[in-house]
Structures are given as structure tokens and as C-alpha cells.
């Protein structure tokens, strides 16, 4: 590591050993435990928790899908130039306008189904809400409720992958 690299987590290192000192130790103990890996995984969690009720990013959204599916998706939008969360957004917008309905995809039967892996992406919190309430609205005369990652899943699916739905 560079020295520099290295100088925020020495700086900390002091500040606890002046806190000791000062007779602190609950806040030398606070700084230590932020220079460890928990306590650093500990801090990032709160920032971004944080930035999430700021409004400054939104909320992660995993949705599920074959492992196969999702890197086509993420090759195909790759080159295309194409940004998974915005077209995540616009499909969320189609749906809300009507213009836009989630296929279905048959169950597999049980211990049949591909190895399934997280899609991660962060689309707009009030486009997710409203989606999952009109998903909700729909439920008496479709027997489903399609939320918002049925529609993410079958727009993005539909549009970046090749392999049958």
C-alpha cells in the first residue's frame, strides 16, 4: 500500500491511543473498531443506509433470475450502452402507464430450476412502491400479483436476452 493510502488508518490508530490517554475509552474503543474489518463494514452500512433516507441513492433491488440470464442481460445491455437501471425505470413507467404487462414464467419442477443468482440494481423507490400497489390492484383478475421485479425481470429478459422465457 502506499503511504498515503496507509495515513487515515494511522491518524485513527493516534487519535485512539491520545483518547486512551485523555482517559475516553469508550471513544478510543468507537475509533478502533472502526480501523477493523467489521467495524468498517459496520460504518459503510450506516453511510449508505443513510444516503438511501437522504434520497441521495436508492435502495438496492435484487432481483432473482437464472445465472445465465442474468450475464446475457449483462453482457447484451454492456454493449449496447445500455444502463440496467434505467431501463429498470422505464420499464417500471410502462407498466404504471399500461403499456406494459410482465410475462409469466412457468415454475420449473422442484429440484429441476437452473441455479438462480441476484441481479442487483437500484431503480427509482416510487416507481418500485407505485408498481408493486398496481401489481397489488390487479391481483383479483389475474390470479397474480406482479411486482416490480416481475416486471424489471420479464422487461429486462425480453429485451437483452436470447434464451427462451
Same mark, same amino acid.
Given at each position: 500500500m502506499r503511504p498515503e493510502t496507509l495515513k487515515p488508518l494511522v491518524?485513527?490508530? #493516534?487519535?485512539?491511543? !491520545?483518547? !486512551?490517554? +485523555? @482517559?475516553?475509552?469508550?471513544? $478510543? @474503543? +468507537?475509533v478502533e473498531y472502526v480501523t477493523t474489518r467489521e467495524g468498517n463494514t459496520a460504518v459503510m452500512r450506516a453511510i449508505m443506509q443513510q444516503l438511501e433516507i437522504d434520497g441521495e441513492i436508492q435502495p438496492t433491488l435484487a432481483v432473482t433470475m437464472p445465472? &445465465?440470464?442474468r450475464e446475457e442481460i449483462? $453482457? =447484451?445491455?454492456? $454493449?449496447? %450502452?445500455?444502463?440496467? =437501471? $434505467? #431501463?429498470?425505470?422505464?420499464?417500471?413507467?410502462a /407498466?404504471?402507464? %399500461? =403499456?406494459? /404487462? &410482465?410475462? =409469466? !414464467?412457468?415454475r420449473a419442477a422442484y429440484g429441476t430450476a437452473e441455479r438462480r443468482v441476484n441481479l442487483n440494481l437500484r431503480p427509482n423507490r416510487e416507481?418500485?412502491?407505485?408498481?408493486d400497489a398496481r401489481g397489488k390492484e390487479m391481483e383479483s383478475e389475474l390470479g397474480w400479483a406482479p411486482r416490480a421485479s416481475n416486471v424489471i425481470i420479464s422487461w429486462l429478459w425480453e429485451k437483452f436476452c436470447t434464451i427462451p422465457l
Amino acid at each position: 500500500m502506499r503511504p498515503e493510502t496507509l495515513k487515515p488508518l494511522v491518524q485513527l490508530k #493516534q487519535a485512539a491511543t !491520545r483518547l !486512551r490517554a +485523555a @482517559d475516553e475509552p469508550e471513544l $478510543a @474503543d +468507537a475509533v478502533e473498531y472502526v480501523t477493523t474489518r467489521e467495524g468498517n463494514t459496520a460504518v459503510m452500512r450506516a453511510i449508505m443506509q443513510q444516503l438511501e433516507i437522504d434520497g441521495e441513492i436508492q435502495p438496492t433491488l435484487a432481483v432473482t433470475m437464472p445465472e &445465465p440470464v442474468r450475464e446475457e442481460i449483462k $453482457a =447484451t445491455a454492456k $454493449a449496447k %450502452g445500455e444502463s440496467l =437501471t $434505467a #431501463q429498470a425505470n422505464e420499464a417500471l413507467a410502462a /407498466f404504471l402507464a %399500461g =403499456t406494459y /404487462f &410482465p410475462a =409469466t !414464467r412457468p415454475r420449473a419442477a422442484y429440484g429441476t430450476a437452473e441455479r438462480r443468482v441476484n441481479l442487483n440494481l437500484r431503480p427509482n423507490r416510487e416507481l418500485r412502491i407505485q408498481a408493486d400497489a398496481r401489481g397489488k390492484e390487479m391481483e383479483s383478475e389475474l390470479g397474480w400479483a406482479p411486482r416490480a421485479s416481475n416486471v424489471i425481470i420479464s422487461w429486462l429478459w425480453e429485451k437483452f436476452c436470447t434464451i427462451p422465457l
